[in-house]
Every structure is written in C-alpha cells, then in structure tokens.
C-alpha cells in the first residue's frame, strides 16, 4: 500500500511562515554546521542554539518549537537529559539527536523512549531528510490543532458576528454566577429584531447579514467591555449585564441599547431602522441558574413581542399589507413628520337629539409625494412597529387640541376633540406627560379633549391602565373605548376603569337595520352603557334608517359618511352652520 503524499513543508508553516528549530549543542562551530547544511536547502529556518536544560527549559518557555535537534553529549547534559525537559512540556515537538558517535548506551535509552531520529555527526546527509520529515509532520500537527481550535471556536461562536452562540452564553452565564464572587444581581436581555426575514426578502441574504454584523459591532461599541454580547439566534442578540442595581435599572440599558440600535444603519445603499423587542430578566429574581436565565429571558421576549412596543421598539399583530416596497414605506416614514407629510382630518360629532355639532374625531392622514395617501390603518400599525408611534401621537394631538382652541376662538365654545391612541402608544411611560405638556402647549382645558382607546389596549395591563386612566381624569380628560364591541372586554369588567365613552364599532352599526343579532348587540350596549352612565357613540353611520334606529334607541352621538366624512379643517366649517338632518326629516 502507498502511503498518501506528504504535504510540502511550507504546507502549514508557524504563522510568521517560519520554522523554528532548536539545537541543543555545546559546539557553535557544529550547530553552525547543521545551519549551514539545512539552509541550503530551507530558507524559511529560524535556529536557535541552547547548551543547557536552564537555557533550554526557558527556550522552550518563550516560544513553539517545530523541531528539536539534540547533540549527544555536552558538558553536564545529553540528549536524555534534553528529551526529559521536553517531554515535561512539549511531548509532541520532533526531537532528533545528532551524535558524534555510534549510539552508545544513553542514546540506545533515547530511542527506546520513543524519540524520533537518532542520525550520526559522521552521516550527515541523512539529517536532511529526517529534518523534512519531522518538519512535515509537525507542520501537519499544528494544522490539526489549528483546525480543532477552528472546530472548537465554530461549536460555541457565531461565525457571522463571531460572537458567542447559544451554547456558549451559557457558559458563560454559568461560569458568572458559579464563580467565586458571584454577581449579588444580574441581567439577561434578549433583543429580537423585528422583520429581519423581511429585509432578507426585500435586499437579499448578503444585506442582511450585512445588517447583523454591523449590528454586532454597534453593540460591542456601545456596551461596556465586561458585558457579555451573544448571538443565540438569527435574528436575536441577548446580552449579560453582570451585578445591575435592579429591575428599573435592566429596563432602562434595555431601553439605552434600543436607543443605539434605532440609529440607522446604511446596507446595501439603503437607510434601514432597527427595532427590537427586548426580554429582561434578573437572576435571582426570575431565574436561579443559567439554563432558566436564558429560558426566562426568551420568554419575555417573545412577549414583548406580542405585547407592543416599549419606549421605542414596536409590534403589532396586524399584518402590514404592502404593495409597495415594505422597506421603502418604512424609511419614508420615519422623515414622514420633519417634511410636513402628516396631517389631521376630522370627522364630525353629532348629537343625535338635537343634531347638532358636539365635536370632532381628528383622524390622521399621510401624504406622500411618490407614494400617494398611506391609510391611517397602515400607517399607525408601521408606526407601531419602528417605534415613532409616540411622535406621531404627539404630532396628532398637539394639532388637534390646537385645532380646537381655534374652533373655541372662532365661535363654536363646546367643540370637543377625540383623539385616537393606540394601544402601544397608550402604554408608553411618557404617555400622561406628554398630554399633559401639550394641553398646556395649545392652552385646551382637558375636559375638551378625549382620548379614544381599544379594548385591548386597556385589558392588557390592568392595574397599570387604572393608573394612567386616573391620571388623564385628573386632568379633565375624557376617555372613550373605540371600535366597542369587538374587543375581549365586558362591561362589567370596564366598570373598574374610570371610561367615560363608549363608541360602538361601525361594523355593528352597518347591519343595525338588517341583522338581528347586530340590532340585538346595539340595543344592550346603549342600555348597559346608559345603566353605567356613559355617553354612547355610534360609528359608520351611512344611512337615514341607522340614525333613526340609533335616535329611537336614545344614542347619545353619532359620527358616520351620512353625517359628515372625515374632511381637512379648512373645511369643517360647514358643519358648524347647518344642522346635520333636522329630526323633521326622520
Ligand atoms: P377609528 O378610530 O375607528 O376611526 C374611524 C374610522 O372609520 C376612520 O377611518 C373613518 O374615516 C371611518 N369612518 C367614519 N365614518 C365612516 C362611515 O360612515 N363608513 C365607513 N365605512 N367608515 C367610516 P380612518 O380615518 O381610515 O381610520 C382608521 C383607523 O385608524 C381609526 O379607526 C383609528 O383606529 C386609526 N387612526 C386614525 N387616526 C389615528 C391617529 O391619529 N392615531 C392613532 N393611534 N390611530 C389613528
Ligand atoms: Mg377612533
Ligand atoms: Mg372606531
């Protein structure tokens, strides 16, 4: 059988492309000889000659040797003596003795313990040869090792980011809290970006692998050395916050590095935003081990996810409908503000025994130059998502209730304004303040204003909802549960929450005159709504025959097409000087 090809030497040189030999000798003049004789032959040879254990032992010491060639004897050492220092160490560095003389009986020890190459000071020819072979076969060792580090490196890193994976965070985490001076408190955020596979799709694999690289490298930037970034996923980073002071205090690096991210990011000649919903969770608090850590910390990610944004990440369960370029539309968004692309509509209020003007709903409208008029349905769920939500809100309410100081000012003193704010903008810690700061901006009294809010926005969080419903009747504000009805609530259930409206979903209202069991559902909500003490607003009033069945029902507003479509403010004016449909006409 042949034996494989061996690969040349320089196959795998030391990574400065040299092999380094070290001669142990007493003589210069023979060590310069052996130099001579392989440099001839070898270019890429570095020597270094040692005539002593001490000299050797830190030879070694200093640096990796492919090769050790030993004289026999030396003044107080040989080649037994040089072969134990290298074995205590470096077993696997070749070693060749190089003898004046025919093996006597020490050399004879030598190489019965497994040393390599026994070659005659009178043979020389023969060094060549045997230094090539141990040379190969060194080189061929180093590779392996080099190739089993890759291996080793590649179980427990990202080879993308080259940041820890899963695995290896773990240890990581295991290693922290198992040390000897485990951390009194510490905290594992998990960091999923939102609709990464969508900029997959949209830019191809390179951009986006693009995008998590630079994403990697934003978080090693920003975040302190000793905090341990990982990868444990494609589309999620988690980091290791060693000993933070508390809850508040994970909650808010969680918000500083969703701060960093939203910077935007140039791949592949695009602006791309990043936000992410972030899962915290504090050992011990919510987790005893690493395993649970990791486990908890994704758990509330996932929920972070499902339930909306926080300060500045967003999501939304609605599937953004795009036909135009998904990616595109969100770029175009977050300028969407600063280039006066935003305007507010609004929709007439009226009350339905009198039928007369009572307020407005100030809904919002996006223009865009290229992309033409985005639909508040679309607009407000993106929003949601990239985490502008409350600079939209803000946006909204500031020219709404100034909107209505003017209305005040030009002769209609009760016009109320309803503001829609969704469910992740309702939640936003800055929520009551910044209503706050704009009422007293636009000089509105609060008891003008109502914030109209889902369902789902005020179930999700109970005790945290009655706080901030508090807050806003403080002020005199108004609340109104929209699109009522189609939620998850009961009545019952909202008594607890200080609600003063109730606006019956246009869906409903569409087949008062025609289905019974929607004529049924409009029936009990006015009743019940009217046993609790709150205004009812029906919405989508298109025909003469809903209003009627609303009036007989003794509902309190109505807002729909019949009565007056959403317009621009120049326009309302008009439905201050007539009367929507006198009662006369019924
Ligand atoms: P919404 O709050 O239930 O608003 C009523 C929607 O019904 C408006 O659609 C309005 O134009 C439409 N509408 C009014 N009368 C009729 C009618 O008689 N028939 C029919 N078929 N539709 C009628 P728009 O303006 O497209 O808004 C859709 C939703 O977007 C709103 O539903 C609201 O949830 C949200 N939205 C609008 N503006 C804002 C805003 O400034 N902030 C937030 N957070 N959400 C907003
Ligand atoms: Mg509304
Ligand atoms: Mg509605």
């Avoid at 209020?349 to 992309?371: I, K, M, N, Y």
Wanted: charged share 20%; proline share 5%; with cysteine.
């Amino acid at each position: 059988m042949t034996e494989p090809p061996l690969p040349p030497i320089a196959a795998a040189r030391h990574h400065d492309g040299v092999n380094h030999i070290l001669l142990v000798e007493d003589s210069e003049d023979d060590a310069e000889l052996v130099r001579a004789q392989l440099l001839s032959a070898h270019r890429h040879l570095a020597f270094r000659r040692v005539a002593s254990a001490e000299a050797m032992r830190a030879a070694l010491a200093e640096q990796a040797w492919d090769l050790v060639i030993s004289d026999n004897r030396m003044p107080g050492f040989d080649a037994l003596g040089a072969y134990q220092v290298l074995c205590q160490n470096h077993k696997d560095t070749p070693f060749v003795v190089l003898s004046g003389a025919l093996p006597d009986q020490s050399a004879m020890a030598v190489m019965k313990l497994g040393t390599i190459d026994f070659v005659a000071k009178t043979d020389a020819q023969r060094l060549l040869p045997i230094v090539e072979r141990e040379l190969r076969y060194s080189n061929l060792s180093r590779a392996k090792a080099e190739i089993e580090r890759a291996l080793v490196h590649l179980t427990y890193h990202d080879a993308l980011t080259e940041l820890p994976n899963r695995q290896m965070l773990q240890k990581l985490i295991e290693h922290s809290l198992q040390g000897s001076a485990p951390p009194v408190r510490s905290a594992l955020l998990f960091l999923d970006l939102y609709r990464f596979m969508r900029i997959n799709e949209t830019l191809g694999w390179a951009a986006g692998d693009e995008l998590l690289r630079q994403v990697a490298r934003r978080l090693t930037e920003f975040l302190p050395i000793d905090a341990v970034i990982a990868r444990p996923g494609q589309d999620k980073f988690a980091v290791y916050l060693e000993n933070v002071a508390g809850p508040e205090d994970g909650f808010a690096q969680a918000r500083a590095i969703c701060e960093a991210l939203a910077r935007p990011f140039a791949v592949a000649d695009e602006e791309l935003f990043v936000t992410c919903a972030t899962g915290v969770c504090l050992y011990p608090d919510h987790a005893d081990c690493a395993g649970t850590l990791l486990r908890n910390a994704e758990s509330a990610m996932v929920e972070a996810k499902q339930a909306g944004p926080a300060k500045i990440h967003g999501y939304t369960s609605a599937p953004v409908r795009a036909q135009i370029n998904p990616l595109r539309l969100e770029s175009a968004l977050w300028h969407a503000i600063e280039r006066e692309e935003l305007f507010v509509h609004y929709q007439p209020l009226f009350d339905v025994r009198s039928r007369t003007l009572v307020g407005a709903e100030a809904l919002v409208r996006w223009q865009h130059p290229e992309l033409g008029v985005v639909p508040p349905d679309r607009l407000i769920p993106l929003a949601d998502e990239i985490g502008i939500i409350a600079d939209i809100g803000r946006f909204v309410l500031r020219a709404a209730c100034r909107q209505t100081r003017l209305w005040h000012d030009a002769g209609l003193p009760g016009m109320t304004v309803a503001v829609n704010a969704s469910a992740a903008q309702f939640r936003l810690p800055n929520f009551v303040d910044d209503v706050a700061a704009v009422l007293s901006e636009t000089g509105l009294a609060g008891e003008f204003l109502e914030l109209e809010i889902t369902e789902t926005a005020v179930m999700h969080d109970a005790p945290a909802t009655i706080r901030t419903l508090g807050a806003l009747r403080e002020m005199g504000v108004r609340i109104a549960i929209d699109d009522f009805g189609t939620g998850y609530s009961s009545l019952a259930y909202l008594k607890q929450f200080p609600i003063s409206t109730l606006k019956i979903d246009r869906s409903f209202v569409l087949n008062v005159t025609t289905d019974a069991d929607s004529r049924a559902i409009v029936s009990t909500i006015i009743v019940l709504a009217k046993a609790l003490k709150l205004t009812v607003v029906a919405e989508g009033v298109e025909t003469v025959e809903q209003l009627e069945f609303l009036s007989g029902l003794h509902c309190d507003r109505a807002q729909g097409y019949l009565l007056g479509k959403p317009t621009a403010a120049a326009d309302f004016h008009r439905f201050s000087t007539r009367t929507a449909l006198a009662p006369a006409t019924l």
